[in-house]
């Protein structure tokens, strides 16, 4: 399970915001509902690194509204398919 360390609520996160996974620093880009089911939502955290070249660094966080610690999972973008990578701290 992974680690959460949260200043504020997660649906408060929004464009701009940083967030450190795994000691890394990302910037997130956008935070949306991805699909709505009827008794919860799941939500992407769009996510980039400012530091990184043009097209690389590239994120998301993927999680239920309603379990955020456990279904949190973490990817990075490869070539053109987030590909989900193992995590264990995410702050914000």
């Given amino acids: 399970m992974v680690k959460l360390k949260a200043s504020k609520k997660i649906s408060e996160i929004k464009k701009g915001d940083a967030?450190?996974?795994d000691g890394k620093m990302y910037e997130v880009d956008m935070?949306?509902?991805?699909?709505n089911y009827k008794?919860?939502?799941?939500?992407i955290i769009?996510?980039?690194?400012?530091?990184?070249?043009?097209?690389?660094?590239?994120a998301q966080l993927r999680y239920f509204?309603?379990?955020v610690e456990e279904t949190m999972k973490f990817?990075?973008?490869k070539t053109i398919?987030?590909?989900e990578k193992e995590i264990e701290n995410v702050e914000w």
């Fill in 19 to 21: 967030i450190k996974v």
């Fill in 31 to 35: 935070h949306y509902v991805f699909e």
């Fill in 65 to 67: 509204d309603d379990q």
């Fill in 75 to 77: 990817y990075v973008l």
């Fill in 81 to 83: 398919v987030y590909e």
């Fill in 39 to 43: 008794t919860t939502k799941e939500m």
């Fill in 46 to 58: 769009e996510m980039f690194d400012p530091k990184a070249k043009e097209g690389e660094g590239d």
